[in-house]
């Protein structure tokens, strides 16, 4: 933690003591506190203007930011999971079942990472085997046969590059999720709230809308193994993290996704409620539109939408 940090975060205690001392005693302090509040609310937007791109990898990274699962309860009311690819078994890295998102019938689908070690080991830290990726497959195209959007929430650091996870067809897995997505005949949402990584991100990714939280990032590789093949050490993941332009600011620059979602002072981890609230609020908008468009012209557009990227004109 750096010098800054420590002194935001002692800042803050000092606030909540404050406030928890004044609420004991049945005491009225706002007058004392809006100095310290505004005091650190300045602080915070004077750290945040300063982030490097690898900073902001740290924060993607913080374990105390909302899950998937956090915001599928969120902001979708009668969640109801669904589990298992019909084929192997069931993968936790993969989380996804029917959820009520503002009066609307949505299919819900995300990588779950745990906050703990036992539930880091049992969700694979976020990394989801091929049978995770078939679970996907499945939910979608039962959402696709109910004529219900799907929404999926992007964080991990991608699939399990594993032995086991080679052998029942990774790399096959998520080019069918590829393949389904891009012909879809419902509204797909998606957004990054976390780490976006590689092939294991884009396999629940390829959607009409991809919306991408302030501090999260996305990207063909993590900083770490890129700076191992370039540089042949990790210890340049910083330089990397800025050749590799993966924040949501980047991104959005170059038409990657379409909206970024500003998080609450100093990310999302300070008010999971505010930041849950704001995605909540940003995929209805995006869906209201997208229902009404008809499912051909729907696939044709976002088609054409992953066509565009990339392209390049010689001169």
């Known amino acids: ?15 909540e ?15 004392e506190l809006r100095p310290l509040e505004e005091q650190l609310d300045a602080a915070q937007d004077e750290a945040m203007s300063r982030l490097s791109r690898f900073d902001r990898v740290k924060l993607a990274r913080n374990q105390d930011r909302p899950f998937a699962l956090d915001y599928i309860q969120g902001t979708g009311a009668d969640w109801f999971e669904l589990k298992g690819d019909r084929s ?3 993968d936790p890295a993969i989380v996804g079942g029917w959820a009520r998102l503002g009066g609307m019938s949505v299919m819900m689908i995300g990588h779950q990472k745990g906050r703990e070690m036992k539930e880091n080991l049992r969700r694979n830290f976020g990394s989801p085997h091929p049978e995770g ?4 497959k499945r939910l979608m195209k039962l959402a696709e046969k109910f004529g219900r959007p799907v929404v ?30 891009a012909g879809l005949r419902v509204p797909i949402v998606s957004c990054v709230i976390g780490e976006g990584g590689s092939g294991g991100a884009l396999g629940i990714a390829v959607a009409d809308r991809v919306l991408m939280m302030e501090n999260a990032i996305y990207s063909v590789i993590s900083p770490e193994g890129c700076a191992a093949i370039l540089w042949r050490s990790r210890d340049h993941a910083d330089v990397a993290a800025e050749a590799l ?19 609450p002072r100093g990310g999302a981890h300070t008010s999971p409620d505010r ?14 539109k997208l229902v009404k468009i ?22």
């Open 1 to 15: 933690m750096s010098i800054e940090q420590q002194g935001l975060q002692e800042l803050r205690a000092q606030i």
């Open 17 to 31: 003591e404050l406030r928890a001392k004044a609420k004991e005693r049945g005491i009225d302090v706002s007058s």
């Open 88 to 90: 192997f078994r069931d």
């Open 133 to 136: 990726y078939r679970k996907a």
């Open 152 to 181: 999926t929430f992007v964080d991990t650091q991608g699939a399990y590059p594993g032995l086991g996870a080679e052998e029942r067809g990774q790399g096959e897995a998520i080019a069918e999720n590829l393949f389904v997505m």
């Open 245 to 263: 332009k993966l924040t949501a600011r980047d991104l959005l620059e170059h038409g990657v996704v379409d909206e970024v979602i500003e998080e």
């Open 275 to 288: 930041a849950i609230a704001s995605v909540g609020r940003s995929i209805q908008k995006h869906l209201k």
């Open 294 to 315: 008809d499912p051909e012209k729907l696939v044709e557009a976002r088609r054409e939408k992953y066509y565009r990227m990339g392209a390049w004109e010689e001169a």
